[in-house]
Every structure is written in C-alpha cells, then in structure tokens.
C-alpha cells in the first residue's frame, strides 16, 4: 500500500464544475504539498500546508491532521486547469517528499 | 531569478552510454534531489543532497551517480544506460529544514534504446 493516496486517477469535468480531489496518507507528516503538472512541461508547486485552508484564486486547499486527508477544490473550474496533480507528503522537519501517483484532470468545454 | 534550471529536456541514449543531466539553482537552497517519474507510479527519489558536499541515496539510487560540489549544482550521472532507466526525470530544490514549498525543474525526458 503506498503511504499516499490519491483519488479518483482521473477526472473529466466540464467547465465551470466544482472539482475535488483527495489525498490521504498513512504516516505523521509535518507538511503536505500539493503540486500541478501540465503535459509536457514541469512541476509547480500549488500551496504546502501543515494545518487547516489556503487559498489562492481559485483554488482552496484543505488539511485534516487527526484525520490524515487532504482536498484540493477548483472552483469554477476551466479548461487551462487541465493538468495532473499531485499531492505530496514531508516527514519531520527532513525536506524528503513522498509523492502520489496524481491524479489526471480534463476539463472540457 | 531562474529558480531550478534543468538541463537537457530531451535525449535519446543508445543502452551503455553515459551522460549527466545537469542541475542548477539561484536560490541558495541547501537541499537538492534528483527524482524519476514513471507511469502510474508517483516520484521516486533517486539521490538527495542537503549540502555541498554532502549526497545521499534515495529509494531508486542504482545506476546512478550524483556529487554536489558547490551549493548550486547537483548534476546526476547515468553510468551505463539501461531501457529500465527510460523516463522523465526531475531535480528540485528547497531550504533544508524548512516548511517552504519545493522549487522543480522543467524535467528531462530520457530514452534509452
């Protein structure tokens, strides 16, 4: 079993949906990263959260410790938002990640 | 400010070649790390270095090599290409330590034939 999780692998949504995606992992963690990747290009890093909500535009991150879960939401979702992402997990103060397998967002007209 | 620059983006190797894929980053960061992405499976950390001087293997260190002999670079060796070692590799960087987010680079897109 990996020691992070992601749901669903894949995603299609049509413009202008509401869009949840789920992490959950399995050790004591001391952040988690969430991280976009556009086909073909590199990996930007979205929010690092080690308790409770962010957000920047769009985008609403949220964390449950005790519950060792995370959601990443779009709102008002539009096709540039096509991407893969990926939640990543830090361990103790150490900067090593522990990396899903992403998950596959489309986002039609 | 170029944050992590990487080095090629594309390259075929013929199995038994060597070559090194370069890193490097603006950002005084302490901590680099080499990883490799395959499909269906998440990142997987190749080698790690948390200072100059100072490298260390991660879960998918075989058949590489790595040194970090200044602060900024930390390039990644492949002694004898493999078709096993065919994939999209990614180096990142970040302040060792610290709750900040990770800086990566735009990957490196190697097959080996």
């Known amino acids: 079993k990996n020691e992070v999780e992601q749901s669903p692998q894949n995603l299609t949504a049509q413009e202008g949906e509401f869009i949840t995606i789920n992490c959950s992992y399995s050790?004591?963690?001391?952040?988690l990263h969430w991280l976009q990747q556009h086909p073909g290009g590199g990996i930007v890093s979205l929010f690092m959260l080690s308790s409770g909500k962010k957000k920047h535009g769009r985008l609403i991150a949220t964390i449950n410790i005790q519950e060792k879960h995370s959601s990443l939401h779009i709102t008002a979702s539009h096709p540039r938002d096509s991407a893969v992402y990926i939640c990543?997990?830090?361990?103790?103060?150490?900067?090593?990640?522990?990396f899903g397998t992403g998950t596959r967002l489309q986002v039609t007209l | 400010n170029a944050g992590v620059t990487q080095t090629p983006k594309f390259q075929v190797l013929k199995t038994g070649q060597s070559m090194t894929l370069q890193c490097a980053q603006d950002?005084?960061?302490?901590?680099m790390s080499w990883y490799r992405q395959d499909p269906g499976m998440g990142l997987r950390l190749i080698h790690y270095?948390?200072?100059?001087?100072?490298?260390d293997q991660g879960e998918v260190p075989n058949g590489y090599n790595v040194s970090r002999s200044t602060t900024e670079d930390f390039p990644l060796r492949l002694l004898s290409a493999a078709p096993s070692q065919t994939s999209v590799y990614f180096c990142?960087?970040?302040?060792?330590?610290?709750?900040?987010?990770?800086?990566f680079g735009q990957g490196t897109r190697l097959t080996v034939v």
């Open positions: 270095s948390v200072g100059a001087g100072i490298t």
């Open positions: 990142a960087s970040s302040y060792e330590g610290q709750l900040i987010e990770a800086f």
């Open positions: 050790v004591g963690i001391s952040a």
């Open positions: 990543a997990v830090r361990a103790g103060t150490a900067s090593k990640l522990t």
């Open positions: 950002m005084n960061h302490e901590y």
